[in-house]
């Protein structure tokens, strides 16, 4: 093994990394020890070429039970266009602006049914963020004032402003379909890279099939959030996505290609669609890229402390330390490379994270060893899989001026339902305030055939919703699963049109002018 080096590179990034005694090495001893270590690790499961279709079907069969319905394109899209209104009364409209646009998961066509939305409250088209910290705790505040009145009506639940994160959102969860939204403002450089990850996803439906099947692995295994210290979804995106590109021959190329004529979007598209068919060369199945990014990833356990760094911008391992010393775990930012997309991971977390990729790849070695059945794999990977639990459901959020009633659907409705069989509550369904008294929600957005489309941001690519998703996958495989109807706990922002509702032009905008006065 090579003496230790200096870091070739040093970031200002305040991460929550811890500071390592180990010795920084440099990023061409660093590069050699991961590939060395990935075919050991790699041989270890004993990858039995017979087996891999049927890993591969299996795969392809939880990915096509992952995949949104046309309905919960339709739901996201039309939230966007009720917040959009809500924006508008609220702060007015100059020039179309403030605008509300979706980013993230949804953007990237990479969420589930119970992924959360996010949304971004912009006040102008400028790629640069021009908004101080203290004007966007100021957006969150009014918006989440108007909110609250909301959820009182039962339309919404857990409205919870975060104004102490380092991005300040504002969390609430539509009653009627469960699904959590996450509202900032200006945030161009997520919405940049939704639209990179977007567009790369067209190169090859690999990334995108991968990038979900990883994501939900790491969901169930409660590997994936960033405020419990372990990885955010981008951590794990950029990490399937530099598999890829470490590939021989590569299927996805450098990111520094895609960004090198700037961050607009026009730029960007023509770069990427350069590259289109590079992967064609590479004719592994996804079941073979899921084994060997698992053997790639437990590869480098024991080299984070040298200053391991994955790096989508250059394609390639490189030798990296942050502000903190050596990061738990090392994911480059290709837009700010000061910056870890993996900051949050904690070092007993990473612990965690290691030991689960170390049970995956025993799990997937019992299996090429005839020693695992496909369904008993299937369910140590990806959880009991049915679609009728991957609806969205309201969570609970604590915080402050909510009743523990208030705050779940299922909570309150069986609050209203020992009212009426006179239990000791004192509140039925009857007795809750009238929408209309102060509706946000108008009939004309209850009535989801009315709703025009709005335009698509210049930073977001043109993405038609809703899209209907096909069945098959380009691997020979035609999945179909029955639709799933979506349970309604509550009214909520898309709930069946209230009968008391007012009108658009006879709304009375007591809330949005109370909240802009604020």
Known sequence: MASPATSTSVSDDSDSSQCSEASIWDSQELHRQAECLEL??????????????????????????????????????TLV??????????????????????????????????????LSVNFSANTDDRYTRKEKISVIRKFSKVLYSHQRNGICCGVLPIVSARVPILKVIDCGTGIECDISVENKDGMTRSMIFKYVSLLDERFQILSCLVKFWAKIHDLNSPRQLTMSSMSIISLVAFHL??????ILPAF???????????????NILSFKGVGSRNTESVAELFVSLISKLLSAESLWEHGLCVSNFEASWISKTWKK????????????????FARSVGKVQMQKICKCLRQCALNLSDFMRGKLDTPKLKTLLFGRLSPDELVSKPLLKHGKRKRKWELCPQRRYAFQKRAKRGGNATTSSDSLPSPASNNVFPSALHDRGTIQRSSIHRFVPVIPWPRIIPSGFGYGLS???????????????LGRRPNNAVPLNQWNSTSAAAARST
Do not use: W
């Open 40 to 77: 050991e690790e790699l041989a270890a499961i004993s990858v039995n070429p017979t087996l891999l279709p049927t890993l591969n079907h299996l795969l392809l069969e939880v990915y096509a039970i992952l995949r949104p319905k046309p309905l919960d394109y339709d739901q996201r899209n």
């Open 81 to 118: 266009d009720v917040f959009r209104k809500i924006t508008k009364q609220i702060f007015g409209s100059n020039d179309g602006f403030p605008v509300v646009e979706p980013f993230g998961s949804f953007t990237m066509d990479l969420f589930t049914p119970r992924s959360d939305l996010d």
């Open 245 to 250: 590109q470490t590939r021989r021959p590569p």
């Open 256 to 270: 520094s290609a895609l960004l090198k004529d700037g961050l607009d979007c026009a730029s960007i598209e023509r």
């Open 325 to 340: 010393g050596v990061g738990n775990l090392s994911v480059e930012d290709f837009l700010d490379r000061s910056q870890n």
């Open 479 to 493: 999945l179909e699963f029955p639709s799933v109807a979506r349970p309604h706990p509550g009214k909520g922002i």
